[in-house]
């Protein structure tokens, strides 16, 4: 059965949709950016609807946020949706400009997710697939078939065949397709040299670990 969405619940698609694809994002960003957050409620209903994808932050109890591909699909359809009639006038205002932009692009044949793009476009839609399987293999060793963190150093040492320019470059077209996960490491007095050595810039932010959903 279709599940069905509160308004609440397709803001925050929206709001998942817009920020950066090449980041996970906790509520508290969420909050800070957008003045909203991901409750209990919302993550259990995007969950089952198969729209949203969390997973555990390091050392903490929040969660990071991803909207899953079908997740996508459904914020860009929000595009061409009307707001709920109980809403706030300016929400009303803001899917009048949906519905135009909605418009805009159907007249000139383009894809909404276009308009959805990492930030800097500096992902390459092609990921060899070799390697993608390689990364993917390595990882699951080291995690022993879990989902947790693995230090990026780690999993570079398990892989020295590989260059690091490759390595680089598909880890990070892994995490714009939402494959793998990157998070940095918050208390960075914990770092280790190697550590430094190892991480991946993205954005400006260097990763220190990777984690793959479980399944």
């Known amino acids: ?16 949709l817009v920020h950066d694809p090449s980041f996970d994002i906790a509520n508290t960003q969420l909050r800070s950016a957008f003045g909203i957050g991901v409750e209990k409620a919302n993550r259990e209903r995007l969950s089952r609807a198969g729209y949203l ?7 903490s109890t929040a969660k990071l946020y991803t909207l899953t591909p079908k997740g996508r699909e459904r914020a860009m359809s929000e595009l061409s949706n009307d707001a709920d009639p109980k809403s706030t006038v300016n929400l009303r205002v803001v ?39 390689s990364i993917q293999d390595e990882y699951r060793r080291l995690a022993e078939g879990r989902s947790m963190w693995v230090p990026l150093r780690t999993l570079r040492a398990a892989l020295p065949d590989i260059s690091r320019e490759s390595l680089d470059e598909t880890l990070t077209a892994l995490c714009s ?13 914990s770092l280790r040299d190697a550590d430094h050595e190892a991480a991946l810039n993205i954005g400006g932010d260097a990763k220190h670990f990777i984690a793959i959903e479980a399944g």
């Open 95 to 133: 899917y009048a400009v949906f519905n135009s932009m909605h418009r805009f692009l159907r007249r000139n044949h383009l894809d909404a997710d276009a308009v959805f793009e990492a930030q800097d476009g500096s992902f390459d839609d092609a990921i060899d697939a070799e390697l993608s399987n």
């Open 177 to 189: 397709h939402r494959i793998v996960h990157l998070t940095s490491e918050s208390n960075r007095k």
């Open 1 to 16: 059965m279709k599940e069905t969405l509160t308004q609440r619940d397709r803001v925050l698609l929206l709001a998942l």
């Open 53 to 59: 994808n969390s997973i555990q932050a390091k050392g």
